[in-house]
């Protein structure tokens, strides 16, 4: 895993002071996983155009979420 995290980060061009105690996982009024950005994070992503997506699911034995992170025109 520790492989395809650091591929990701080369590939988005992610750089320090930016870490993923940035990003925050919560819940919309209608129970819906979202991501909230904070600070370099939100900075970054804003200026890129991007926004972030993701899905939850779990069982009883198991849990997995899915993040897509998409490019908004402008």
């Known amino acids: 895993r520790t492989q395809y995290y650091g591929e990701m980060i080369t590939y988005l061009g992610m750089t320090m002071p930016m870490t993923w105690r940035n990003c ?3 819940n919309l009024p ?3 996983p979202t991501i909230v950005l904070h600070g370099a994070m939100k900075a970054w992503f ?3 155009g991007l926004s972030v997506h993701i899905t939850m699911t779990d ?3 198991y849990a997995a979420s899915f993040c897509v ?3 908004q025109p402008t």
Do not use: T
Request: glycine share 6%; net charge negative.
């Open 59 to 61: 069982e009883s034995d």
């Open 24 to 26: 925050e996982i919560a």
């Open 46 to 48: 804003e200026a890129k």
């Open 69 to 71: 992170v998409e490019h």
């Open 30 to 32: 209608s129970g819906q």
